[in-house]
C-alpha cells in the first residue's frame, strides 16, 4: 500500500513540474515576443526619424525651437513641447497633492466608515473609466463651468482626473505596508497622528507612492483623446506663456502630421516619437532617482 501511494505521489509531482516548466515556457515565450514587437516598433520609428533628418533643410535646431508649417522642412515641436510641459507639470502637481491627501484620509482617517468605503468603491470604478469620458468630463467642468477655456490649466486638470484613481490606490498600498509598530513607536514618543503620518508613515511609503506617480505619468503623458475633446489646438504657432494660454501637446501633434498624405510629415511624427519617448524616460528617470535616493536614506 505504501509503495502504491509513493508512486502516485510521485507522478502526482512529476505532472505538477511538467506544467511548472510548461507555465515558465510560455511566460518566458511572452516575454520575448513582447520585446521583439517592441524593438521592431523602435526600428521603425527610429529609421523614419533618420529618413526625416537626412531631408535638405533639416536640423535638431529646426525640430526644437520653431513651430509647425505646411513644410516638414520647416515644421518643429517647440509648442507641442512646452504646451506638454506645462499640461504635465499641472497634472503631476494636482494629482499627487489631492491622490496622496486621498489616500492619506482613506488609510489613516477615514477608519473603514461607509462613506469611505463608497469613495473607495468610486475610485475603483474610476480607474475603469475609457479616456474619453475624462475629456467629456474635463469639457464640462473645467471648460465651461469653471470657464477655464480650452486652456492648459484645463487640461492639466483633466489629466489630473485621469490618472488620479491610480495614484490614490497605489499610495494606499504604498501606505498600508508601512509596518503598524512604526505607527505604534511614534505615539509612545508622544506624537499626535499628524506627526507621526508626516515624519514616519509617509517617508516610509514615499518610494511606493513615486512609483504609482511614475506608471500614472507614463498613461497621461500619451494621451491625445481626452485632449482633443476638450478643445487642443492641432495647429498652433506659439508656446504658451502661462496657464491660461491654448496649448497643443506632443501627442496631437504627432497625429497630426502623421494624418497627412505626405512621406515627409510621417518622417516628422517619427521624430516627434522620439522626442515624447526622450522626455517620458527623462521624467521617469528623475523618478525612480527620487524613489531610489528616498529608499537608500531609509536604510541608512
Partial sequence: MAVVLEQDYNRRLSARKRR???F???????VVIALVMLVALLYSVISEAVHWYSLEGTSLNTLFTEGPSSKAIKSGLFPAIIGTLWVMAICVFVSFTVGVSAAVYLEEYSGG????????INIQNLAAVPSIVYGILGLSIFVALFALGKSTLAAGLTLALLIM???IVSSQEAIRAVPSSIREGGYALGGTRWQVIWRLVLPQAMPGILTGIILAVSR????AAPLVIMG???FVSFAPAHPLDRFTVLPIQ???WISKPQEEFHQLAAAGIIVLL???LGMNAFAIFLRNRLQKNQRG
Avoid: K, T, W
Fill in 20 to 22: 511548472a516548466r510548461m
Fill in 24 to 30: 515558465y515556457a510560455v511566460c518566458v515565450a511572452a
Fill in 113 to 120: 466608515s461607509r462613506i469611505a468605503e463608497l469613495i473607495q
Fill in 165 to 167: 484613481p491610480v495614484v
Fill in 220 to 223: 497621461a503623458m500619451g494621451e
Fill in 232 to 234: 487642443a489646438l492641432s
Fill in 254 to 256: 504627432v497625429y497630426v
Fill in 278 to 280: 526622450i522626455m517620458l
